[in-house]
């Protein structure tokens, strides 16, 4: 058997805005999207999952951009996912890009989880339009 342990979501842009786009910077920098917190108690330590999932509305902006989202746990990269992103002049297209991410076996303690974007191609542009959700939902083994 298996009991939750913590759960936190956070939706930062709860809805599409066209009219208030945030660029996606050009890697290395990187675009903070949403943090979440998760807590780890010591009876849980090394027997447990945490499912992550991010959901995060972006268009392009000029030619085709290649956006590499990622997940850090306590500022060390633990996922990566890359999409595609065309900018389409005669049209508003948006894209909603979802991933998830499973960190097992994390120590006991509070862990900060972090989504972040990077445009990975020179000479195009993309944006963030929202909607921008994160959730991570700790489970651990019973004993």
Same mark, same amino acid.
């Given at each position: 058997?298996?009991?939750?342990?913590?759960?936190?979501?956070? +939706?930062? =842009?709860?809805? =599409?805005?066209?009219?208030?786009?945030?660029?996606?910077?050009?890697?290395?920098?990187?675009?903070?999207?949403?943090?979440?917190?998760?807590?780890?108690? %010591? #009876?849980?330590?090394? #027997?447990?999952?945490?499912?992550?999932?991010?959901?995060? %509305?972006?268009?392009?902006?000029?030619?085709?951009?290649?956006?590499?989202?990622?997940?850090?746990?306590?500022?060390? +990269?633990?996922? #990566?996912?890359?999409?595609?992103? +065309?900018?389409?002049?005669?049209? +508003?297209?948006?894209?909603?890009?979802?991933?998830?991410?499973?960190?097992?076996?994390? #120590?006991?303690?509070?862990?900060?989880?972090?989504?972040?974007?990077?445009?990975?191609?020179? %000479?195009?542009?993309?944006?963030?339009?929202?909607?921008?959700?994160?959730?991570?939902?700790?489970?651990?083994?019973?004993?």
């Amino acid at each position: 058997m298996f009991h939750i342990v913590d759960y936190q979501a956070i +939706e930062p =842009v709860h809805k =599409v805005n066209q009219k208030k786009p945030s660029p996606i910077a050009h890697s290395p920098k990187k675009t903070v999207l949403a943090d979440i917190c998760i807590t780890i108690p %010591g #009876r849980d330590a090394n #027997r447990n999952h945490v499912e992550l999932i991010a959901t995060v %509305g972006v268009r392009g902006v000029s030619g085709t951009s290649q956006i590499l989202f990622k997940i850090f746990r306590d500022g060390q +990269e633990i996922f #990566r996912a890359q999409e595609g992103v +065309e900018a389409d002049p005669g049209s +508003e297209l948006n894209y909603i890009v979802t991933f998830q991410a499973i960190d097992k076996n994390v #120590r006991a303690g509070s862990h900060d989880y972090r989504v972040t974007a990077e445009n990975i191609t020179n %000479g195009t542009e993309a944006a963030v339009v929202g909607p921008i959700s994160f959730s991570g939902l700790a489970i651990a083994k019973d004993y």
